[in-house]
């Protein structure tokens, strides 16, 4: 009987070899048998990466100069070109403050599971996370996982709660503000809303175990949740630390303060070009255009994030097209492009970590 057992083991095992082999790069697979992938299936996922991000800069490049024509090129150049810039240097300052109240957050949750980083490596690693915001979902981040993987020895299951937990508290963050401001100004209350559900509602899956169980007590011969049980009882064990109120409180909270510095950028993009504008005017333009971005799901909000912001502060102001173009641009070189810069940057820099590996062919 024993016998059996290990020449099936063995089977399934030559199979699932002889597909990454053929390059199908399946990683519920290979975490499966090696809890971690080889450098050579990481830069097969980094190369889907590049492809994306470039395919979005070129779609997000287009979208700015057809802002631009629409509202008249020269008079847009021309606002920018006149704006202050030692005022709007303080919009990167705002963003990247933003940034590091969420690195305390995510240092917070890491903190929670019993993971110990430096500091500096740490906080690197998380800076590489924003290299990963034109993927669809902001699903690139999760591959930085294996990256933690590589540095803390910790199984990839147990990391993954942590690069849950900071999404979902992103988007949580957003929607508090949103439908704050929304309260306040008594404007789409009821569309956020609706917005917020849809958005929300999928972490239902991914940070509460009910329903894998239910799926998992429904589909027990399914072949799929077969594999996925390898990574789900481990997964959900991490999560389950992660679900009190306290963490919450604590992770909403800071994602909140994070979301209101890049409001703050809107306020000083308006402050540089010579308009002093209400503080909540701007968190409420910033956060309602960001909400309706996620419900889109298209990889950094592009395109309806970037309509909206050009709307809203025109109306919400009484500004020119031409003004809220320039406005527009300006603050999401600050809020999108400056992020993911800097993620880029610190990517390479996390690359370091795999350069040691001896690919393990066998």
């Known amino acids: 009987m024993q016998d059996k057992r290990k020449a099936s083991t063995k089977h399934i095992k030559n199979k699932s070899s002889n597909r990454n082999d053929k390059g199908s790069n ?26 994306y991000t470039v395919l979005f800069t070129g779609i997000g490049i287009i979208i700015y100069f057809v802002i631009a024509f629409l509202a008249g090129i020269i008079k847009v150049a021309g606002i920018i070109a006149s704006s202050k810039l030692y005022i709007y240097i303080f919009a990167f300052a705002a963003v990247f403050a933003g940034y590091s109240l969420r690195y305390i957050k995510w240092s917070y ?25 034109l993927t669809p979902g902001r699903i690139g981040r999760v591959i930085m996982a294996y990256t933690l993987n590589k540095i803390t020895k910790v199984r990839i299951a147990k990391l993954l709660p942590v690069i849950m937990m900071d999404m979902f508290t992103d988007f949580l963050g957003v929607a508090i503000l949103a439908i704050f401001s929304a309260i306040y100004f008594d404007k789409y209350v009821v569309y956020i809303i609706i917005a917020e559900i849809i958005i929300l509602a999928p972490f239902a899956f991914v940070l509460n175990s009910w329903l894998y169980k239910m799926l998992k007590n429904v589909l027990k011969k399914n072949r799929f949740l077969r594999v996925f049980s390898i990574y789900g009882d481990e997964y959900f064990l991490s999560q389950t630390k992660l679900n009190n109120l306290k963490v919450y409180l604590v992770s909403a909270s800071v994602s909140a303060a ?18 002093a504008t209400p503080v909540q005017g701007d968190v409420f333009i910033y956060s309602t255009s960001q909400i309706f971005g996620m419900v889109s799901a298209v990889p950094g909000n592009l395109g309806v994030m970037d309509g909206l912001l050009v709307a809203m502060t025109s109306s919400v102001y009484h500004l020119s097209f031409a003004v809220g173009s320039a406005v527009t641009i300006m603050t999401r070189m600050a809020t999108l492009w400056f992020g993911i810069f800097i993620g880029i940057v610190f990517f390479l820099i996390s690359l370091k970590y795999w350069k040691s590996e001896k690919e393990n062919n066998k």
């Open 109 to 133: 949750s890491l903190k929670k599971l019993g993971i110990k980083i430096p500091f500096k490596t740490n906080f690197k690693v998380y800076l590489s996370l924003y290299s990963m915001d």
């Open 26 to 51: 399946n990683l519920w697979y290979e975490a499966a048998e090696k809890n971690k992938v080889t450098k050579k299936n990481y830069s097969q996922m980094m190369h889907k990466i590049k492809l």
């Open 258 to 275: 994070a979301i209101f510095m890049n409001a703050m950028a809107l306020y000083t993009v308006l402050l540089s070009i010579g308009f």
